[in-house]
Nanobody, 123 residues
Framework: QVQLVESGGGLVQAGGSLRLSCAAS????????MGWFRQAPGKEREFVAA????????YYADSVKGRFTISRHAAKNTVYLQMNSLKPDDTADYYC????????????????WGQGTQVTVSS
């Protein structure tokens, strides 16, 4: 079992930055790929970013590429999502997820799921 706890959401003006954190715990947490999804009101959940268990490989949705950066601190079992140049369209609930490989995350699948953190970008 892997437990995921997100933090770092909040309200920010367009053009601003936020950093989300996801603390993972559990015996196999360090061997899972990690990622972020988001869901805006009235919209379907969408993949945002993923990182391999080693931290070497990263993947991004086209909508955030160049603005968001996913990273991983192995010793802390924590994954971060640095979000820069935020837009009102980035407003959503952001969820941390874990899976055995990044491909599952990129295809919208997950093995474990966090409780979510809200991000609101004002114009």
């Amino acid at each position: 079992q892997v437990q995921l706890v997100e933090s770092g959401g909040g309200l920010v003006q367009a053009g601003g930055s936020l950093r989300l954190s996801c603390a993972a715990s559990g015996r196999t947490a360090s061997s899972h790929a990690m990622g972020w999804f988001r869901q805006a009101p009235g919209k379907e959940r969408e993949f945002v970013a993923a990182i391999s268990w080693s931290g070497i490989s990263t993947y991004y949705a086209d909508s955030v590429k160049g603005r968001f950066t996913i990273s991983r601190h192995a010793a802390k079992n924590t994954v971060y999502l640095q979000m820069n140049s935020l837009k009102p369209d980035d407003t959503a609930d952001y969820y941390c997820a874990a899976a055995l490989n990044p491909s599952r995350l990129r295809s919208g699948e997950h093995d474990y799921w966090g409780q979510g953190t809200q991000v609101t970008v004002s114009s």
